[in-house]
C-alpha cells in the first residue's frame, strides 16, 4: 500500500464533518424549540444530516483509496460499505427514536445530538488506517452510548445500564489500549499499513510482546462486539437502554468493531492469522452456543434479542475465521442483513412498548397476531429471518456465512453453527407462539400499540429489504465482494 | 414465464390478493383462494399433456440465474418422479380449500393465505432442480404448515406439536445445508465450476468416505420427513393437533418430501454409499412397518391412529425405494401417490366427525353406519384402500414394492407382509368400534350425513383410490422410465458393492431362474 | 362367444353399480330382480361358453382372453384377462348357477330387511369377485377376486352390523383371511422371482423345466399357496373365522360360507395341480391337514346345538375333505366333491333358513322339534341335503365322497381311516340335527307360530334338491361306465406328463364296490345310532355326557382354540404393542427428545 501521507485531504472525513454539522444544528436548535411537539423537528435535523454524509461517503463508492490526515484516514470501498451501513442504522434509529422519546420524555436535543456523534465515531472507526485513530473513533462513539444508555431517565435500571456500560466500556478501552501500546512496541509503528508490512517482511511472528498484543487488541474488540467469554455486559447494557439505542447499539456497535476488527485483523495483522483464527473459533463457539442457550429462557424481550445479538455476532465471526473473499464478504452482507432485520425487530418492540418499561414481557406479545396482523407478520417476519428461514435475508446470510466455513474446511464449525441455530429457533418461535397461538391471558389489559408514521416507515423499510435481499442477494453480496477488495 | 413457474407463482399471487382483500368478507376471501387453487390445478394439468411418456429425463425445463455469483439458479422442471407429486399437491390443494370451507371460520384470511403459501412451497420443492433453490422450498413450506398447526390446531397441544414440527424438520434440514455446501464446494474444486444445479452434480464422482457423510446427511432430512423410525414421533403430535386441512396436506403432500428426497438425490448423488446402506435403511423401513402397524392397533384417537398407520406405509415406501430395482421404485413412487389419496381421504374424513362431533376418540363414536350410510360407504373404500385391498390404489404399489424387496432380500418381504396382516387389524377394528353397532351415544344420534360438498370432495378421492388400482399404465408409464435413469446411476457406480444375490436389476431369464433361486437360498 | 367371457363378470358389475348408486329411488322388487337377473345373465353366458367349449376337442379346450395391461412395470406384466378352460367353467357354472338360486331365495328371506338394497348390492360383489377369483388368467388377478370375495364375506358376515357378534365375526374372517392371504401372497412373490411371470399358462408351461421336482422351491411355493387355502377354505388352523360367519344372514352362509366362496382354496390347489404334483411333501401335507380338519370340525359337528353352527362345522369338515381329494392326487374326485357339496350344502343352509324363517329367528335345535308336520317342504328337502351330504347312495355325496375315500385308501390306509371316521360322524351329526328339529316332540315355545316359508324360499329348496341327487351323476365313477368330469377335466390335470400317480392306478373294480357297500353300511348304522340316542333314548345322552364330562367340555367347547389363540396371540400383541407405545415412543424417543430440551433449557438457566 503506497500512501500518500502529505496532505490533511478535509473532503475524506466529509461524512463525519456533515454529521458533527447536523448534531451542532440540533443542539442550537433545540435551544430554541419550547414545545413538545417541536421535537420532530430536531429529529429531522439529524435525518438529513445523515443523508447528507450517506452522500457524500456515496461519492467515494468505488474511487481509488483515498487518504487523509497523513494517512491516518482513508476513504475507500470497505469505508463506505460501513458508513452506508452505519447511516441506515443511524437513520433508522432517528425514525423510530422520534415518538418514543416523546412518550418517554427524554431529553430530545442531548439524545438524537449524541446518536448523531456515535455515528460519527462509527464513520471514523471504519476509515481509520491506524490505531490511534481507531482508538479515538472507539471512544467518540463509547462515550456517546455511555451517555445514551442511561437517557431513559425514569429507570433506575437505565441508570444502572448506563454505568455498568461506563464501567466495562472503560475496562476494555483499557485492554485496547494496552494492546495498541506492546503492538507499536513490537512493529514500531500504530499504522495498520506499517504493522503489516513489517510483519510480512520481519520473522518475529513468535515474538511474545506481539502475540500478547494481538491478544489484548482481541480482547478489546471482543468486549465491543460482545463475543463471549466477554459479553456478560450486554443483556444488562440492552435491557436498560432506551428501546432504539439497544437496536442501534445491537447492530451499529457491533458492526464498527467488526469493521475495525477486519481492518486490523484481516488487514494487517493477516500475517498471525494462524494464531487469532483459533482464538476466533472458540470464541466464535463459545459466543454462539451461549449467546443462543442463554436466550431459550429470557422472558424480556429486549434480553432476548440481546442475547441473540451475542449469537449473531457468535455467526458472524464464522466468517472472520473463514476469511478471503467468501468469509469477509460474508461477514460485510450479514452485518447488512442483520442491521435491517434486527433494527425491524426492535422497531416493533417499540411499538409494542408503553411508557415505563411496560410491555416488554414475552406475555404481552399474546394475540398481537390476531388484534393487529401487520404488525405480527412484521414481527413474524423479523423471528423467522433472525432463526434463519428462507425466503428471508437472515437465511441468505447465514447460508453465506456457512458457505464461507465450509469452503475454508471448518465443517465442524459450520455443524455447531446449524445446531445453534436449531435452538435459536425455539425462542424465535416462541415470539410467534405468543403473538399468533395464544391469547392474552384473561384480566390483562390489552396491550395498546403505540403507532407513529415514522416508526410505521422504519418498519416498512426493514420489511422490504429484509424480504428483499433475501430473495434477490445478488446485488448486495456483490457490494459486500466490491468492499473488501483490498484485503485481496 | 413458463407453466412450471406459473404454478408456483400463481398460489403466490392469490395471496397476495386474498391479503390486500377485506377481512370482513371472509366468503369472498374463500372465493379468491379457491378459484387460484382451481386455476392452478387446472394448469397443473397441463404438465400432464406436455409430459412425454418414456422419456426420463427432466422436461419443461426452465432456468434463469438468480445469484450468479455463487452458481445459483433458479432451476425447475419435472420428470416422472415429481410430475404426479405436483399434480397430486396441485389437486390436494383444492381439496384443502374445499375442505376447511366449513371447518375454519376464524382468521379465515391469514388461513387462505397460509394455504397458497404451501402450495407453492409443495410445488416448488417438487420441481426445483437447483439445490439451493429446493432448500429454500423446503424450509419456506416450514413456515404455513407451522402456523396451520399452531394456529388453527386444536387447543391444547397444538402449540407443543407445532414447534415440535418445526424443530424436528429443521434439524434434519439444517445438516442437510452443510452437505449441499459441502457437496458444491467439492463440485467447485474438481471441476471448476461452482454451481448448485443438480444436473451437474449428478456427473460427479464423489469419494466413498465423502458419500458416506453426505448420505447421512441428507438421509436424515429425509428420514425425519417421511418419518421413519425411530424419526417420527413428531407426526402423530402434528397429525392429531393439526387442523383437518392440515393433516391432509400434511399427510398427502408433506410426507412424500422425504421419499422424494431419496429419490431424487440420494440415490443418485451418492450411488456408492445408497448401496453401502441398504441394509440399515431397509431394516429400519421393516421395524417403521411392523412398529407404526402396532402401535396404531391400541390408539384410542383415530387422528393417531391415521398417523401411525402412515408411519408404518411409509415404511413400505422407502423399503421400496432401497430394494433398488424397477418394480421396489416404481412401486414406492405408486404407493406415495396413493398414501396421498388413501390417507388423506382419512384425514378428510376424521375431519368430517370431528367437525360433527369435535372429538376424536373412537370410544365416543359407535353405529354411525346407521345415521351415516353415504358416510359410512366413503369410510369403507378409504379404509380398504388403506389396507391394501386388491383392486384398489393401494395394492398396485404395496405388491410391487413387496415383488421388490423379495426380490432384493426374500427377508424383507416376508417381514413387511406382516404388515399388511396388521394394517387389515387395526383398520377394520378401529372401523367396527366407529361405524358399527348400537349407536349408544345420543350426541350420535342426530349426526347428519354427508352434504354434497363433503360427498364431492371424497368422490374425487375414491375415484382416484378406484382409478390407481384398476389402471395404474398411465402412471407407471411416466414413472418408471425415469425411475430407471436414477436405478442405472446407482447400478453402475454402486454395483461393485452389492452382495450378488441382491443384483437382481436385470434378472434372469425363465430358463436361468432355479440357479437364481437356489443362490437366494444357499445365502 | 369365448371372447365375450367378459360378460360373465360385467353382469354382477352392472348389478352392483345399478343397486349401489341408483337403487336408493327403487322398489325392493326391482332391486331383488336386478340382483338375480344379473346372475342370471352371468350364469346364461357361462352356460354358451361351456357349451362352445365342451364342443372343442379335449386339446383345445384352454384359451385366454386378455383385456388390457393392468400392472406394466419392469419385468412384472400382469394382463388382466381370463383363463377359460374346463376347470374355470366348472367353477363359474357352480358359482353363478347357485348364486342365482340363492339370490331367489334371497329375494323372499331378505324381504322385510331394512338394508334390502345393501344386501344385493353386496351379494352382486361377491359373485363378481368370485367369478373373478374363478376365471383369472393370473395370480394375481386371482388374488384380486380372492381378496375381493374375502372383502364381501366380512361385509355380509357383518351385515348386522348394529350388533356385536356379526361386526366381531366379520372382522375376524377378515383378519384371518388375511392371514392366509399373506402365504398366498409370499407365493405369488417366490413364483415371480423363479419364473418372471404370474401367468398361469406360462408358470404351469415353463414349471417342469425350471423346478425340480420335490425341490424346495416348489415345496415352499405350494406350502405357501396352501397356506392361503387354509385361509380361505378354513382348514386347521385358519378355521377359526368359519363357524363364526355364521353370524350373517343364511343365505349368505350358503352362498358364501358352504358353496362357493370357502371352496376356493380347493378351486387354487386344483388350478395349481402342475406344481402340487412336483411337490409330494406339499401333497403329504395338503393331504394330512386335509384329513385332519375333516375329522376334528366333524367331532365339533356332534355336539353343536345351533343349527347353523353344525352346518358350518360340517362345512369344514367337508372342505377338509376336498383338500384330502387333491392331497392323495385325485383334484378331479376334489372339484367333484366340490361341486356336489355346493348342491347340498346350499340346499341344508337355505333349508335351516327356511327353518329360522318360520320360527322366528329361532336357531337353537333344543327349542325345535316335529318341525316335519309343519314344514313338509322344508322338511323333505333339508332330508334330501342330509342323505346327500351322509353320503348315501345314490344321492350326489355318496359319489364325490367315496371317490375320495378310495383315493386315500390306495394312498395311505390311516388317511382312508380318518376320511371314514370323519364320515360317519358327518351321517351322525346330520341325521342328529333332523331327529332334533323335525322329529320327536315339540319343544317350540308357546308364542312362536310356526309356518312353511313362501314360494320364492321353497322353489330354490326343490331346485337345489333336484341337483343334490342329480348332480353326482356327472361323476358316476368308472364302474357305472366312466366319469363325464373327470374326462372333461383330467387333461388340466396331467399337464406335462405330471398326471397325479393316484389317478392313474386301475381301479380294482371289485374292491371299490365292497368298500362303498361297507361305508354305506355303516353310514346306515349310524343314522340308526343317531335315531335310538335322539328319538328313542333321549335320557341315554345326559348319562353319557356325565361320563365323559371332561371330554364333552372340551369337544363341546370346540377344544378351546379361539380361547388359545387368544390368550397366545391376540393378546400378547395388543399388550407388546401398548408397551412399545408407551415405553418406546413415549419414553424413549420423545424421552430423548424432552431429555434434550430440558438439557438446553436448562444449561439456559444457568447462564442465565
Sequence with gaps: MGIETGTVMLSIIGPEVVLVLAALGIMMTDLFVKSDSEQPFLMWIGFVGMLGALAVSASFWGKEAAYGFYGMVVADNFSAFFTTLFLIAGGLTLLMSSGYVRAQGIAAGEYYTLTLFATTGMVLMAQSTDLIMLFLGLEVLSVSLYVLAGMAQDSTRSAESSLKYFMLGAFSTGFLLYGIALLYGACGSTRLADIGSVLAQKQILREPMLLAGMGLLLTGFGFKIAMAPFHRWAPDVYEGAPTPITGFMSVGVKAAAFAALLRVFAGSLAALSPHWKELLWIGSVLTMTIGNVAALRQTNIKRMLAYSSIAHAGYILIGVVAGGSAGTGAVLYYLLVYTLMNIGAFAVVITIEQKGEKNLNLSAYAGIGSRHLALGAAMAVFMFSLAGIPPFSGFMGKFYIFSAAVKEGYIGLTIIAVLNSLVSVYYYLRVTVMMFMQEPESGAEEAAVFFHPALAGVLLIAIFFTVQMGLFPSSYLQFAQDSIKMFL | MGLISLLIFLPLAGAVLIALGPREKPGLLRGIALTTSVATFLLSLGLFTRFVAGEGGFQLVEMRPWVPGLGITYRVGIDGISLFLVLLSTLLSVVAMAASWSDIKVRVKEFMICLLFLETGMIGVFVALDLFLFYVFWEVMLIPMYLLIGIWGNPGRRIYAAVKFFLFTMFGSLLMLVAILVMYFYHGKTTGIYTFDLMSWYNLKLPLSMQVWLFLAFGLAFAIKVPMFPFHTWLPDAHTEAPTVGSVLLAAVLLKMGTYGFLRFNLPLFPEATVMFVPLLAGLSLVGIIYGALVAMVQVDVKRLVAFSSVSHMGFVVLGIFALNVEGMTGAMLQMLNHGFSTGALFLIVGMIYERRHTRMIADFGGLSTVMPVFATFFLIVALSSIGLPGLNGFVGEFLVLLGAFQAEPLWAVVAGLGLILAAVYMLWMFQRVMFGEVDKEENRGLKDLNLREAALLLVMVFFIIQFGVYPKPYIDRIEPSLKLVLKRVEERGAPLRPAAATAAEKPAAATAPQHFTTQHHN | ?608
Design chain 3, 1 to 608: 362367444m369365448i371372447d365375450k367371457i367378459w360378460l360373465v363378470v360385467l353382469f354382477p358389475l352392472l348389478g352392483v353399480v345399478i343397486n349401489g348408486l341408483a337403487g336408493i329411488k327403487l322398489p325392493r322388487k326391482v332391486i331383488g330382480a336386478i340382483g338375480s337377473l344379473a346372475i342370471l345373465g352371468s350364469f346364461i353366458t357361462a352356460c354358451l361358453i361351456f357349451v362352445e367349449v365342451a364342443g372343442h376337442g379335449s386339446a383345445e379346450r384352454v384359451s385366454e382372453v386378455v383385456l388390457f395391461t393392468w400392472i406394466g412395470c419392469g419385468s412384472l406384466q400382469v394382463n388382466a384377462g381370463f383363463l377359460v378352460d374346463p376347470l374355470s367353467l366348472v367353477m363359474m357354472l357352480t358359482v353363478s348357477g347357485v348364486s342365482f338360486i340363492i339370490h331367489v331365495y334371497s329375494t323372499g328371506y331378505m324381504a322385510e330387511d331394512e338394508g334390502f338394497r345393501r344386501y344385493f348390492t353386496y351379494l352382486n360383489l361377491f359373485v363378481f369377485f368370485m367369478l373373478i377369483l374363478v376365471s383369472a388368467n393370473s395370480f394375481l388377478l386371482m388374488f384380486v377376486g380372492w381378496e375381493g370375495v374375502g372383502l364381501c364375506s366380512y361385509l355380509l358376515i357383518g351385515f348386522w352390523y348394529q350388533r356385536q357378534a356379526p361386526a366381531d365375526a366379520g372382522k375376524k374372517a377378515f383378519v384371518v383371511n388375511r392371514v392366509g392371504d399373506y402365504g398366498f401372497l409370499l407365493a405369488m412373490l417366490l413364483i415371480f422371482v423363479t419364473f418372471n411371470t404370474l401367468d398361469f399358462n406360462k408358470v404351469f408351461a415353463a414349471a417342469p423345466q425350471v423346478l425340480e421336482k420335490g425341490g424346495l422351491a416348489v415345496t415352499l411355493m405350494t406350502l405357501l399357496l396352501f397356506v392361503g387355502a387354509c385361509g380361505k377354505s378354513a382348514q386347521i388352523p385358519l378355521y377359526v373365522w368359519l363357524p363364526d360367519a355364521m353370524e350373517g344372514p343364511t343365505p349368505v352362509s350358503a352362498l358364501i360360507h358352504a358353496a362357493t366362496m370357502v371352496t376356493a382354496g380347493v378351486y387354487m390347489v386344483a388350478r395349481c395341480a402342475t406344481l402340487y404334483s412336483m411337490a409330494p411333501i406339499s401333497m403329504e401335507v395338503v393331504a394330512i391337514i386335509g384329513c385332519l380338519t375333516a375329522l376334528f370340525a366333524a367331532s365339533i359337528g356332534l355336539l353343536q346345538n345351533d343349527i347353523k353352527r353344525v352346518l358350518a362345522y360340517s362345512t369344514i369338515s367337508q372342505l377338509g375333505y376336498m383338500f384330502l381329494a387333491c392331497g392323495v392326487g385325485v383334484f378331479t374326485a376334489g372339484i367333484f366333491h366340490l361341486v356336489t357339496h355346493a348342491f347340498f350344502k346350499a340346499l341344508l343352509f337355505l333349508g335351516a333358513g327356511s327353518v329360522m324363517h318360520g320360527m322366528s329367528g329361532e336357531l337353537d335345535m333344543r327349542k325345535m322339534g316335529g318341525l316335519k308336520t309343519k314344514m313338509p317342504w322344508t322338511y323333505g328337502t333339508f332330508l334330501i341335503g342330509t342323505l346327500a351330504l351322509a353320503g348315501i347312495f345314490p344321492f350326489a355325496g355318496f359319489f364325490s365322497k367315496d371317490e375320495i375315500l378310495w383315493a386315500a385308501l390306495q394312498k395311505s390306509p390311516a388317511l382312508w381311516l380318518g376320511g371314514a371316521v370323519g364320515a360317519f360322524m358327518t351321517a351322525f351329526y346330520m341325521f342328529r340335527a333332523v331327529f332334533m328339529t323335525f322329529h320327536g316332540e315339540s319343544r317350540i315355545e308357546s308364542h312362536v307360530h310356526v309356518h312353511e316359508s313362501p314360494g320364492s324360499m321353497i322353489l330354490p329348496l326343490c331346485v337345489l334338491a333336484v341337483l343334490s341327487v342329480a348332480g353326482g351323476w356327472i361323476g358316476l365313477p368308472l364302474i357305472a361306465g366312466g366319469n363325464q368330469l373327470k374326462e372333461f377335466l383330467q387333461p388340466l390335470f396331467s399337464v406335462a406328463g405330471h398326471a397325479a400317480p393316484a389317478e392313474q392306478a386301475a381301479h380294482e373294480v371289485g374292491l371299490e364296490i365292497t368298500m362303498m357297500l361297507v361305508s354305506l353300511g355303516i353310514a346306515l348304522s349310524v343314522i340308526g345310532l343317531a335315531w335310538f340316542m335322539y328319538i328313542k333314548k333321549p335320557l341315554l345322552l345326559e348319562k353319557l355326557s356325565a361320563r365323559f364330562s371332561s371330554l364333552y367340555r372340551l369337544v363341546y367347547n370346540k377344544y378351546f382354540v379361539d380361547e388359545a389363540y387368544d390368550a397366545l396371540i391376540i393378546q400378547p400383541i395388543k399388550n407388546s404393542s401398548l408397551w412399545l407405545w408407551r415405553l418406546f415412543d413415549e419414553k424413549v424417543i420423545d424421552g430423548a427428545v424432552h431429555g434434550t430440551a430440558a438439557l438446553v433449557l436448562g444449561a439456559s438457566g444457568a447462564l442465565r
